[in-house]
């Protein structure tokens, strides 16, 4: 089946500093990949969708200039939290799919800045 | 506004216990009602996609139904292993495939 890896799988980060999610899809290729965001005992909410070769589509609410997505690979998608703040201590989970309907999640991303 | 709801929002079964978790959903032209397992502190494992009223699909102790207005999560004869949390998601009817999830249904089987 499709896989997909995160790492890291857990971070701590001093508040002001900037931290990257790596989201990889393993064995297949994926032009399109999203990344999600999940408090506890809540469900996951779109953050945005990351394209390949071209600049993120961020849903209401969510700060481009804070929630750094690069696609570079068709591979290859990376979240980078800038400045992080204690509110942005999450889970951070992205997917990805190999032919644009079923998608497949990655492990999963715990952040917790402190 | 496209919405995914989801019943029970808990659900304690003793083993071999069946039920059935409910998802009922308002999103224009449906492109798929997916389901999927979530153990704690991981990410969500995919388990169906459905793409028209009558559809079924089987795995093991799960079956997931299809109407026009929602879906069904049927659990037969559980097992403890079967904790977990299960998320009923579709497409955004204008996020290309960008998934709007429910707010899970928590089931706890025991012993």
């Known amino acids: 089946g499709a896989v997909v890896s995160q790492h890291p799988s857990r971070v701590i980060c001093k508040s002001g500093t900037s931290v990257k999610i790596e989201c990889r899809s393993l064995?297949?290729?994926?032009?399109?990949m999203f990344w999600y965001r999940q408090f506890p005992k809540k469900s996951l909410m779109l953050m945005a969708t990351s394209n390949e070769g071209s600049k993120a589509t961020y849903e209401q609410g969510v700060e481009k200039d804070k929630f750094l997505i690069n696609h570079a690979s068709l591979t290859l998608s990376t979240l980078t939290v800038t400045s992080a703040h204690p509110e942005d201590s999450s889970f951070y989970i992205c997917?990805?799919?190999?032919?644009?309907?079923?998608?497949?999640f990655g492990p999963g991303t715990r952040l917790t800045v402190t | 506004e496209d919405q995914v709801t989801q019943s029970p929002e808990a659900l304690r079964l003793q083993e071999g216990e069946s039920s059935s978790l409910n998802c009922s959903y308002t999103?224009?032209?449906?492109?798929?009602l997916f389901w999927y397992r979530q153990d704690p502190g991981k990410g969500p494992e995919f388990l169906f996609t459905?793409?028209?009223a009558g559809e079924e699909k089987e795995k093991e102790r799960l079956k997931a139904t299809l109407t026009k207005k929602e879906s069904f999560l049927h659990i037969t004869a559980p097992k403890p292993e079967d904790s977990a949390t299960y998320l009923c998601a579709a497409p955004n009817s204008n996020s290309g495939y960008a998934l709007n999830f429910g707010k899970g249904t928590s089931l706890l089987v025991t012993p």
């Open positions: 459905l793409y028209s």
């Open positions: 999103v224009s032209g449906l492109r798929g």
């Open positions: 064995d297949f290729q994926a032009t399109t």
């Open positions: 997917s990805a799919s190999p032919s644009g309907s079923e998608q497949y």
